[in-house]
């Protein structure tokens, strides 16, 4: 079984539309995140979720809207999407807040915008 | 503030060389260390982590890591490089108080044969 699993993993799309990306973990963690890794490969965290509750929100602009359900799962919303907004977003999760937890990544969703 | 440097963007090795990808961290206090791994249009995969105790980590895939706090770095380390270990790999610290979590830029490596 995934313990990350998002979807859809490949998803094109154009200028001004709305789309959103689902993730899911079955490890029974409390803590899940949303990363952005641009096209150089840089990874940049974007939110983070501890018990469904909002613990970070780096600057990203306000069209990305994360919402948590319940604890296993983190879905992302993005409103009139840009050109920029092309990326791989990364869910992720780790057991709680604790910093020496690992991080485990879903397998990434490719969002290109046109 | 905690940051991580890793040096090559790139790196090529001959099949049977040793792996070496270097990462320095900066950090007021001794953070958490981690090495991920990448492969081609995949998510990222936890190679080993240090937190406490022994300095020598082992990891998966053959992979290893020494955390030195005189150099601030955590180098990742393999005797023998694999055609399979051609991937981008990533290293990220984590500080002992809160949850942040910084990534590397990433170092792709390359397996000739």
């Known amino acids: 079984d995934t313990a990350v699993s998002q979807t859809p993993k490949y998803l094109v799309t154009q200028m001004g539309n709305d789309k959103s990306i689902k993730c899911e973990q079955n490890?029974?963690?409390?803590?899940m995140y949303w990363y952005k890794q641009d096209s150089k490969k840089f990874l940049k965290i974007m939110f983070s979720?501890?018990?469904?509750?909002l613990i970070i929100n780096e600057t990203v602009p306000n069209r990305f809207s994360p919402k948590s359900p319940d604890k296993a799962h983190l879905n992302l919303h993005i409103n009139s999407l840009e050109l920029g907004d092309s990326a791989v977003y990364f869910c992720?999760?780790?057991?709680?807040w604790g910093s020496g937890n690992t991080i485990y990544f879903g397998e990434g969703s490719w969002l290109t915008v046109v | 503030a905690q940051s991580v440097t890793q040096l090559g963007s790139h790196v090529s090795v001959s099949e049977g060389a040793l792996v070496l990808l270097r990462c320095n961290y900066s950090?007021?206090?001794?953070?958490?260390l981690f090495w991920y791994v990448q492969y081609p249009n995949q998510g990222l995969q936890l190679l080993l982590k240090?937190?406490?105790?022994?300095?020598l980590v082992k990891g998966i895939n053959g992979f290893e890591a020494e955390f030195k706090k005189s150099e601030t770095s955590f180098h990742l380390t393999k005797p023998s490089a694999h055609m399979s270990d051609a991937a981008e790999y990533f290293c990220?610290?984590?500080?002992?108080?809160?949850?942040?979590?910084?990534f590397g830029t990433g170092t792709s490596l390359t397996v000739i044969p």
């Open positions: 950090s007021s206090v001794p953070p958490y």
């Open positions: 979720y501890n018990n469904k509750e």
């Open positions: 992720a999760s780790s057991r709680d």
């Open positions: 240090y937190t406490t105790g022994a300095t």
């Open positions: 490890l029974g963690h409390d803590t």
């Open positions: 990220a610290v984590r500080a002992n108080t809160g949850n942040q979590f910084y």
